[in-house]
């Protein structure tokens, strides 16, 4: 497979492998997407906007320059725009990969940064050189326009072009609560949601502050995702249980929204609406009550996103789609190409399907 | 209760004239407010005599502000049910004719009056509509003016790119009705603002509509566009049918 280095989110070229319930594989065109759904389906999205969580500055202390990439946080209010989880790193910036990048200076609570309009403080050191929950100084207004104006999106190395938030904002992208686009929405347009209406494929949405990726170190690495807060709206919970007594599929596009939903469900697999904090890993122990089919990006073996995916089909038929997606140039990352996957579990019921409509 | 709270509103143009007087209407009817505008000084200054509302710095006629102008509207108001595109450029100033206005003020015309509405409507549509789908309603109310209808010598600026913007949000109330998000184009009529000023330098203050009622005006048209809200209040008042219907009409 290739990284994607453009930030187009929808390139016309772009490629979809359907993963069946029996683990057949079908590469596809990814405008070809609706076919694979069914009226009665419901798709839900994560309509986090993204913030410009990357911020350039110096510690205080030893006058060392850094880059804070702010990673996480306590809930999704609007006044709590104090307190982060943040990763740091030392001189450079996103040309640089992140597992080469110089470490910070060393850390410790009370330490000061100044990050251009902003000034926060370390409250701690969270068990890693490179990882600390900090606070920024003044109003939540203040806070807020100050990510505004001097907040960069966070950015990797295989993308070479500096990125605006216009790059990474999904269509549906509302309250900016997330640190990376859940980028399997790019997808999206809003073409593609009147289809589906046409179509009478239902479209909900979620919200869920989706954590960062990955952060070059090891060690870090393995504690991702980090916790996220999330909220589902009333509307998209009842949405679930209208296609559940529809006989419909849940559709998720991305792995931020499976993770809210499981988070949310009661062992009968209804979803309560509200808020919450995603506290859970979702691998290839998870028993799915709810999500019966994801669209999402193509990922490498080793990411959290990947294992992610175990909890749809089993590790063969991923190696198997791996394999192919390498053979077929597919592109990775979130300005890449894409992967949907019907959970192993519905193949009893889509082999049912398959022999009714041969039958009629 | 008033009809307007939990509702979260957006005025561009929100230090001065109408701009202003929707900034204390809205928010005397309990909507959560956010307003832009491109003075530091004035914004700050509005923000403290109004300590409920969000003072956000920026000038929608410039590409590289209007997501940092979104950013902050959705960020510090936790969504966003209403925008209200009113930040207006008049053109040059005297008003001049078309075929003496320099192509620079033109275009400063349009990028204030159409493409800044545009950008930060596009900018805003996912939190617009996902107030729709969640079962609030959502608005655009893009300010219109007579201008955008007549051909008034010596407007052309202003009016070509007045008349751009109505045609604009007809186009896009009929794309996104399926998305529950409404577009509606109001004229406020002549009011005593500083751009009235700035265009009739000498007109009779006495006989310009204040802003104030343009406001109760707009704010009404805006609750009757409101599924949720016109559900729960009954006050229906002529002017709110009557504003509502041009909206529909443009």
Same mark, same amino acid.
């Given at each position: 497979m290739i990284a994607a280095t453009e930030p187009n989110q929808r390139p016309a070229d772009a490629k979809l492998l359907v993963i069946d319930a029996g683990g057949q594989l079908r590469p596809a065109r990814r405008v070809e997407l609706l076919d694979f759904l069914r009226a009665g389906d419901l798709v839900i999205a994560n309509d986090a906007a993204t913030l410009p969580a990357s911020l350039s500055g110096h510690h205080v202390p030893t006058g060392g320059e850094i880059e804070v990439r702010l990673a996480g946080r306590r +809930? =999704? +209010?609007?006044? *709590? /725009?104090v307190c982060f989880t943040a990763v740091v790193f030392g001189a450079g910036d996103f040309h640089t990969p992140t597992e080469h990048r110089p470490p910070p200076p060393a850390l410790a609570g009370g330490d000061r940064l100044a990050l251009g309009p902003l000034a926060a403080v370390i409250? *701690? /050191? =969270? $068990?890693? &050189?490179?990882l600390v929950s900090l606070r920024f100084e003044g109003r939540p207004d203040d806070i807020w326009s100050g990510i505004a104006r001097h907040g960069k999106p966070l950015q990797y190395a295989h993308v070479q072009t500096p990125l605006a938030l216009w790059d990474v904002w999904t269509v549906i992208a509302g309250r900016p609560v997330a640190f990376e686009p859940p980028s399997a929405s790019f997808v999206l347009d809003w073409r593609t949601l009147a289809a589906m209406r046409a179509r009478q494929i239902g479209f909900a949405t979620l919200t869920h502050a989706a954590g960062i !990726? !990955?952060? $070059? *170190?090891e060690a870090l690495d393995a504690? =991702? &995702?980090f916790d996220e807060p999330y909220h589902i709206p009333s509307a998209t919970s009842a949405a679930i249980d209208r296609t559940r007594a529809g006989g419909g599929r849940v559709v998720a596009v991305g792995t931020t929204v499976v993770r809210a939903l499981e988070h949310a469900a009661d062992v009968c697999g209804r979803v309560k609406a509200g808020y919450g904090i995603a506290t859970t890993r979702i691998d290839e122990k998870t028993r799915l009550r709810v999500v019966d089919v994801i669209l999402s990006g193509v990922h490498e073996p080793a990411t959290s996103h990947y294992q992610l995916l175990r909890a749809f089909t089993d590790s063969e038929t991923l190696v198997r789609a791996t394999e192919l997606m390498s053979a077929l140039d597919y592109r990775t990352h979130e300005f890449g190409d894409s992967v949907l996957i019907v959970a192993q579990r519905l193949r009893r019921a889509e082999a049912l399907r398959h022999l009714q409509r041969g039958k009629g | 209760m008033h009809a307007f709270s939990s509702l979260r509103a957006a005025v561009t143009g929100g230090t001065s004239g109408l701009g202003l007087a929707l900034v204390r209407e809205l928010t005397r009817r309990g909507a959560h407010v956010a307003f832009v505008a491109r003075t530091p000084e004035r914004v700050q200054q509005i923000a403290r005599e109004h300590p409920h509302t969000h003072g956000i710095v920026g000038d929608v006629a410039r590409k590289e502000d209007i997501y940092p102008i979104a950013l902050q509207i959705t960020g510090e108001l936790d969504g966003l049910d209403v925008l209200v595109n009113n930040a207006s450029s008049l053109g040059p100033t005297p008003l001049r004719l078309l075929a003496d206005t320099d192509c620079e003020d033109f275009e400063r015309a349009l990028a204030a009056n159409l493409l800044g509405p545009f950008r930060l409507t596009k900018a805003l549509l996912g939190a617009l509509s996902a107030s729709a789908r969640e079962g609030r309603g959502a608005v655009v109310v893009n300010v219109s003016s007579d201008a955008a209808i007549n051909a008034y010598p010596t407007w052309g600026a202003y009016g070509a790119s007045k008349a751009a913007l109505r045609h604009m949000s007809a186009i896009w109330n009929e794309e996104l009705a399926a998305e529950g998000v409404r577009f509606l184009s109001l004229d406020p009529g002549d009011m005593d603002t500083p751009l009235h000023a700035l265009a009739v330098p000498d007109a009779d203050a006495t006989t310009l509509k204040q802003p104030e009622q343009a406001a109760v005006e707009i704010a009404d048209a805006i609750e009757a566009s409101l599924p949720a809200i016109a559900g729960l209040s009954r006050r229906s008042s002529a002017a709110s049918s009557r504003a509502a219907a041009e909206g529909r009409a443009s």
């Open positions: +809930s =999704l +209010s609007p006044e *709590d /725009v409250t *701690d /050191v =969270l $068990g890693h &050189p490179r !990726s !990955s952060t $070059g *170190d504690r =991702l &995702p | -």
